[in-house]
C-alpha cells in the first residue's frame, strides 16, 4: 500500500527535487567558499553529455568541493552548523541531508587532490529558500 501510495506521487517529486536542487546550486556556484560542483545535469560538469542523452531529469544528490584551502575544521564547523539540512547517507527521502566526502584512497579511476574538502548535499521538497539561508549561516560560521 505504502509504495503503491508513493509511486503515484514519485514523478512529481522527483521533478520538485530538480527544481530545488537547481536553485540551491545556482546559488552556490556564486559562493566564494565553493571551488567546485559536481552535478551531471549542469551543462559546466564534465558528465553533462552523456546525462543528457541517456537521462530527461536528475535527483536532487550532488557534490561540492570548498575551495582550495578549505580545512576539515572549517568543513567539520559548516556541517556542525546547519539546522535545516540532517546528517546522513539516505538518499531516497523528502528531506534536506548533508555528509562529507572523503574520496582519496579509495578512487581507482581518479584521483582527487589531497587537500579537497568535499560535501554531498541532498535537496528535499523543503522551500529552497530556506535551505538557502541555512547555508549561507553555516557558510558564516566555517569562514566568518
Known amino acids: 500500500y505504502l ?3 508513493g509511486l ?5 517529486r522527483l521533478e520538485r527535487h530538480m527544481k530545488n536542487t537547481l536553485d540551491v546550486i545556482s546559488w ?3 559562493r566564494p567558499e565553493v571551488g567546485a560542483i559536481h552535478y551531471p ?3 559546466t560538469d564534465p558528465g553533462h553529455a552523456i546525462w543528457k542523452r541517456d537521462f530527461s531529469g536528475a535527483s536532487g544528490l550532488f557534490a ?3 575551495r582550495p584551502g578549505t580545512s576539515d575544521t572549517q568543513r567539520t564547523a559548516f556541517l ?3 539546522t535545516l539540512f540532517g546528517l546522513g547517507y539516505s538518499w531516497g527521502g523528502f528531506e534536506s541531508l548533508a555528509i562529507p566526502v572523503k ?3 579509495i578512487r ?3 584521483e582527487p587532490d589531497p587537500g579537497t574538502c568535499s560535501i554531498r548535499l541532498h535537496i528535499g521538497l523543503e522551500d529552497p529558500a530556506d535551505l538557502i539561508k541555512d547555508l549561507t549561516q553555516a557558510f558564516g560560521k566555517a569562514f566568518g
Open 103 to 105: 574520496l582519496n584512497g
Open 28 to 30: 552556490l556556484q556564486t
Open 108 to 110: 581507482t579511476a581518479t
Open 3 to 5: 509504495g503503491l501510495r
Open 41 to 43: 545535469a549542469l551543462e
Open 8 to 12: 503515484r506521487t514519485l514523478s512529481v
Open 64 to 66: 561540492f568541493d570548498f
Open 80 to 82: 556542525n552548523a546547519l
